[in-house]
């Protein structure tokens, strides 16, 4: 995590710098928004697997994920803050709220040469320059971040290896991956919760932007879903502790009755109540996968004691899910707005494109979160049978030779 760290902010400040040629523009961004995200996937396997490695406790594990979830809710709100504050001066004039004062036959218009927006060279030169300061302030921020989790953390070794076992080669263990019946569902059913996530996240601000009532509102309707989400992180940690993590996933479907209530009502006053719910569903959304991820892990390495941390087998894979999920939803969200026309940087879209975002935010999801849910019906660990595998996990700890010193190491855990 450490090595890749430089390299990631590297990536995150080109992703941001004007290149003074034109030609090669695309492939620039495309180079490094792709390197950028490589370096995060580095980084994002060994720093969710980390989990694994703080405590053998099921409950100490809940507990530092919801935290690490509800702090990662709260840096992207303070992420987007400080960026949108950093870059304000560069948006500060609202090209569709003037539009809207012109006479009816120059705004038509214009609406055949939404592409043709010539902004002077002073203001590109000074938009440029804020988006680079911004992109330094975040990574100063992502490098500080970095250096708390390396100096603050301490990894425990495998608790449950015999000292004579090797790691097992990474095709190998993915085959025993992939085999093992309780990831397949909780994979399964989370891949298409989160595209459901993924396509309601990424139309809603579309949607919002192009309804006239919605548009000088979307901004605090995505900080009203941010702050929703974040607050609410703790009260699902207690629910699911208290009702069980398969009870917990009946939070996902929240969403839905308000999503329809919003393609077919869309005022100002449901679409903060549909952000509002939406932020709930999106915490249980982000939470509960991470939180039962353990489990699992747990239930395999109960019945594949020879196999040394598995973790990272695990985590690996779904990361690589969870980023499939994220390119499944933005391909098809694409793909239907460009069947749909959609016309980039245009201020009114078609009654095709608004038809077009109201079933990506409405139907769609809708549809995933149904078939997710009903795979995660199927999924076979409950609280008993997790608290049978923490016994016998425990019991087999305590037998280990290898776990003499475990306990004196529990109070170098820095969380």
């Known amino acids: 995590m450490l090595g890749c760290t430089p390299f990631t902010i590297m ?10 040629f034109v030609a090669g523009r695309v492939i620039w961004y495309l180079i490094f928004y792709s390197l950028f995200q490589a370096l995060t996937t580095l980084f994002e396997v060994p720093y969710c697997a980390l989990i694994m490695f703080l405590s053998s406790d099921q409950k100490e594990r809940d507990s530092a994920t919801a935290y690490r979830m509800t702090m990662e809710v709260l840096g992207t709100l303070i992420g987007a803050a400080l960026q949108g504050q950093i ?19 120059e705004y038509l218009q214009s609406l055949h040469n939404i592409s043709s927006f010539p902004e002077p060279l002073g203001f590109l030169s000074h938009g440029a320059k804020v988006y680079m300061i911004a992109a330094g302030v975040i990574g100063g921020v992502y490098l500080l971040g970095t250096v708390i989790l390396f100096s603050g953390v301490k990894e425990k070794d495998d608790p449950y290896a015999l000292n004579s076992d090797k790691a097992i080669p990474f095709f190998k ?18 891949l298409l919760i989160s595209t459901a996530v993924q396509l309601e996240q990424s139309n809603f601000v579309l949607f919002c932007t192009h309804m006239t009532e919605l548009r000088n509102s979307f901004q605090y309707l995505v900080v009203t879903i ?49 952000a509002f719910v939406s932020g709930l569903s ?29 973790e990272t087998l ?11 999920s994220t390119g499944i939803g933005l391909g098809m969200s694409s793909a239907s707005l460009e069947l749909a026309g959609y016309k980039g940087g245009a201020c009114r879209q078609s009654s095709s494109v608004i038809l ?57 855990i820095l969380i």
Not at 283 to 310: G, T
Request: glycine residues 4%; charged residues 15%; proline residues 6%.
């Open 11 to 20: 990536s995150y400040f080109f992703m941001w710098y004007l290149p003074p």
């Open 87 to 105: 870059v304000a001066s560069a948006h500060a004039s609202d090209r569709c709220t003037v539009n809207r004062t012109a006479n009816t036959t």
């Open 173 to 190: 263990g993915l085959r025993l991956t992939m085999k093992h019946g309780p990831y397949i569902k909780l994979t399964a059913s989370f």
């Open 226 to 274: 941010l702050v929703s989400a974040a607050v609410s992180i703790p009260f699902w940690q207690w629910f699911l502790q208290h009702f069980g993590k398969k009870s917990a996933a009946c939070g996902i479907s929240w969403m839905i009755p308000f999503a329809v209530m919003l393609v077919t009502v869309p005022h100002l006053s449901v679409a903060y109540v549909v």
């Open 282 to 310: 999106i915490a249980a959304s982000l939470l509960l996968p991470w939180s039962m991820l353990p489990d699992v892990v747990d239930h395999f390495r109960l019945l594949n004691q020879h196999v040394k941390r598995p």
């Open 314 to 324: 695990f985590y690996s894979s779904y990361v690589f899910f969870t980023k499939l």
């Open 356 to 412: 077009a975002l109201k079933i990506l935010i409405g139907v769609v999801p809708t549809i995933l979160i149904l078939l997710g849910l009903f795979i995660l019906l199927f999924y076979p660990i409950t609280e008993k049978s997790r608290k049978e595998t923490e016994q016998a996990l425990e019991q087999l700890r305590r037998n280990h030779p290898s776990c003499d010193n475990l306990f004196e190491n529990e109070g170098n």
